[in-house]
Nanobody, 127 residues
């Protein structure tokens, strides 16, 4: 059974940084991608970044230049380093794992293509 658990969320002031982590267990597949999403109240879930089993990384426009995704295979962990945070970044942040590699999941960051999700970690950015 695949289990994902996010941590590292919190409250920061505008311009600040946070590093989110996702602990992964029970994930057994050779072709996959992992990703970070976020969802603000009243808004749709938004894909931020993905990384696949070859190390290829894709960023959404909202994350380019500010966020960095990384995978620590040795520790079965995924991270998201976030900088220059703004109030619009306030949301619940989730990590997700796909079942296999697909363009819709790994390149287009379509949330429906990810079958395994963590419970989320809240990020709040104040003025």
């Amino acid at each position: 059974q695949v289990q994902l658990a996010e941590s590292g969320g919190g409250s920061v002031e505008s311009g600040g940084s946070l590093r989110l982590s996702c602990a992964i267990s029970g994930y057994r597949t050779s072709s996959y991608c992992m990703a970070w999403f976020r969802q603000a109240p009243g808004k749709e879930r938004e894909g931020l970044a993905s990384i696949d089993n070859h190390g290829k990384i894709v960023y959404a426009d909202s994350a380019k230049g500010r966020f960095t995704i990384a995978q620590d295979n040795g520790n079965n962990a995924l991270s998201l380093q976030m900088g220059s945070l703004q109030p619009d970044d306030t949301a619940m942040y989730y990590c997700a794992a796909s079942r296999g590699w697909t363009i819709d999941a790994c390149t287009r960051l379509q949330s429906a293509r990810f079958l395994n999700w963590g419970q989320g970690t809240q990020v709040t950015v104040s003025e």
